[in-house]
């Protein structure tokens, strides 16, 4: 990985996974609260897509051998709370998919890496519209 700083690598680990595993949440709640297999399974497809967009920034291997969860300062942060329902699920997800994955996007400008920027920068705005396509109302 020519990503130079072991910093950066952590930091492209911490928000693939956090892409990721807001994808999953977003399939999860189309496939089984609202019952909608044409949505789920394109959060399904956008989460393999962001996986193989990782993989153009750096073998799996480098990202796993950066990652140090135990002195991450950002550990301690969880904020208890509860979600009204489905919807305030979703949305909460959405925004964590799109906020990792505007990450990854900056991550692989800083690499140097303008395909994967504009790859990632592409599942950005397939985010925004598949959040669109679920109804999904703003909480502001």
Same mark, same amino acid.
């Given at each position: 990985?020519?990503?130079?700083?072991?910093?950066?690598a952590?930091m492209?680990?911490?928000?693939?996974?956090?892409?990721?595993?807001?994808?999953?949440?977003?399939?999860?709640?189309?496939?089984?609260?609202?019952?909608?297999a044409?949505?789920?399974g !394109? +959060?399904? *497809?956008?989460?393999?897509?962001?996986?193989?967009?990782?993989?153009?920034? =750096? %073998?799996? /291997?480098? &990202?796993? #051998?950066?990652?140090?969860a135990?002195?991450?300062?950002?550990?301690?942060?969880?904020?208890?709370?509860?979600?009204?329902?489905?919807g305030?699920?979703?949305r909460?997800?959405?925004?964590?998919?799109? !906020? +990792?994955? *505007?990450?990854?996007?900056?991550?692989?400008?800083?690499?140097?890496?303008? =395909? %994967?920027a /504009?790859? &990632?920068? #592409?599942?950005?705005?397939?985010?925004?519209?598949?959040?669109?396509?679920?109804?999904?109302r703003?909480h502001?």
């Amino acid at each position: 990985m020519t990503l130079g700083a072991r910093g950066l690598a952590r930091m492209i680990d911490a928000n693939a996974n956090r892409a990721r595993e807001g994808l999953r949440v977003v399939e999860d709640v189309l496939r089984f609260v609202r019952v909608d297999a044409a949505l789920s399974g !394109e +959060a399904r *497809r956008l989460r393999h897509v962001v996986t193989a967009a990782v993989t153009a920034l =750096g %073998p799996a /291997r480098t &990202l796993l #051998a950066a990652r140090d969860a135990r002195s991450d300062p950002g550990r301690a942060r969880w904020r208890g709370g509860t979600r009204q329902d489905a919807g305030a699920l979703l949305r909460a997800n959405f925004r964590r998919a799109q !906020e +990792a994955v *505007r990450v990854l996007e900056e991550g692989a400008r800083l690499a140097l890496k303008a =395909g %994967p920027a /504009r790859r &990632l920068q #592409a599942i950005r705005y397939r985010l925004y519209a598949l959040e669109s396509r679920a109804g999904v109302r703003s909480h502001r």
